[in-house]
C-alpha cells in the first residue's frame, strides 16, 4: 500500500488540516498531549505556507521589476555607446576601456548539425522547423515512398517552412522523410540532421 501521507505539500497541509479537526472524534485512541502537538503543528504549517506564498510572490515580482529594469537600461546605454562610438574622438583604446567589443564569435563549420523537427497537419502539409543559428539558412531534404533519393526542397531561410504537397495517393496515409543541413555563403556546411520520419495522415 502506498504512504497515506500525501507527497505534494498543498496535499500534506489538507490532509493535516482533516487530520486536526478530526482527531478529537478518535476518542481515546489519541492522547491530550498528541492532540495538542497536531494544533500546534497545523499552526506552525499554516503561518510557514502562507509566509513561502508571500516570499514567493514576492520573489516573482522582484525579477519581472529586475527584468524591466535591465530592458530600460540597455535602451538607454545602447544609444549612448553609439554616440561614443560615433565621437571624433573616439579610439579603439577608448572601446576598449568601456568594452564595446563583442567577444569573438566562432563557427566550427564541421560539427554544425541542425536539429530538425516535424509535425503533421494531414493532407500532406507538414511543418518543419530547426534553428538557423548564425547559418544563411538551410536545406531542407525529403525522401517520399517511392523515391531513390533525396529531393531538395529548397533554402529556407525563415520558420516554420510548410510542405504542402498533396498526398500521392488521396486518402492513403504515406511515409516521408526529411533531413536538413546548413548553408553558409551558398555552400552547405557540417553534418546533416537526425532523418525525422513523419506519417503523413489523410
Given at each position: 500500500?502506498?504512504?497515506?501521507?500525501?507527497?505534494s505539500?498543498?496535499d500534506?497541509?489538507?490532509?493535516?488540516?482533516n487530520?486536526?479537526?478530526h482527531?478529537?472524534?478518535?476518542?481515546a485512541?489519541i492522547?491530550?498531549?498528541?492532540l495538542?502537538?497536531?494544533?500546534?503543528?497545523?499552526?506552525?504549517?499554516?503561518?510557514?505556507?502562507?509566509?513561502?506564498?508571500?516570499?514567493?510572490?514576492?520573489?516573482?515580482?522582484?525579477?519581472?521589476?529586475k527584468?524591466?529594469?535591465?530592458?530600460?537600461?540597455e535602451?538607454?546605454?545602447?544609444?549612448?555607446?553609439?554616440?561614443?562610438?560615433a565621437?571624433?574622438?573616439?579610439?579603439?583604446?577608448?572601446?576598449?576601456?568601456?568594452?564595446?567589443?563583442?567577444?569573438a564569435?566562432?563557427?566550427?563549420?564541421?560539427?554544425?548539425?541542425?536539429?530538425?523537427?516535424g509535425?503533421?497537419?494531414?493532407?500532406?502539409?507538414?511543418?518543419?522547423?530547426?534553428?538557423?543559428?548564425?547559418s544563411?539558412?538551410?536545406?531542407?531534404?525529403?525522401?517520399?515512398?517511392?523515391?531513390?533519393?533525396?529531393?531538395l526542397l529548397?533554402?529556407i531561410t525563415?520558420?516554420?517552412?510548410?510542405?504542402r504537397?498533396?498526398?500521392?495517393?488521396?486518402g492513403?496515409?504515406?511515409?516521408?522523410?526529411?533531413?536538413?543541413?546548413?548553408?553558409?555563403k551558398?555552400?552547405?556546411?557540417?553534418?546533416?540532421?537526425?532523418?525525422?520520419?513523419?506519417n503523413?495522415?489523410?
Open positions: 500500500m502506498s504512504d497515506y501521507i500525501p507527497p505539500d498543498k500534506y497541509l489538507e490532509w493535516h488540516d487530520a486536526t479537526a482527531a478529537k472524534d478518535a476518542g485512541c492522547s491530550a498531549a498528541d495538542a502537538q497536531l494544533e500546534a503543528d497545523n499552526a506552525d504549517l499554516h503561518s510557514a505556507f502562507s509566509d513561502a506564498a508571500l516570499k514567493d510572490t514576492e520573489h516573482k515580482q522582484a525579477v519581472a521589476h527584468t524591466v529594469v535591465r530592458h530600460r537600461s535602451g538607454n546605454a545602447r544609444p549612448i555607446m553609439r554616440r561614443v562610438k565621437h571624433a574622438d573616439f579610439t579603439p583604446a577608448v572601446g576598449a576601456l568601456l568594452r564595446l567589443q563583442g567577444p564569435y566562432t563557427i566550427n563549420l564541421g560539427t554544425l548539425k541542425p536539429k530538425l523537427v509535425l503533421d497537419h494531414t493532407d500532406g502539409e507538414i511543418e518543419l522547423t530547426c534553428p538557423k543559428g548564425k544563411d539558412g538551410v536545406h531542407f531534404y525529403c525522401q517520399r515512398e517511392g523515391d531513390t533519393s533525396w529531393v529548397g533554402l525563415v520558420f516554420p517552412y510548410f510542405d504537397r498533396p498526398l500521392l495517393q488521396p492513403k496515409p504515406e511515409l516521408r522523410r526529411y533531413t536538413a543541413v546548413y548553408v553558409v551558398g555552400q552547405e556546411v557540417g553534418q546533416f540532421s537526425d532523418e525525422v520520419v513523419i503523413c495522415a489523410p
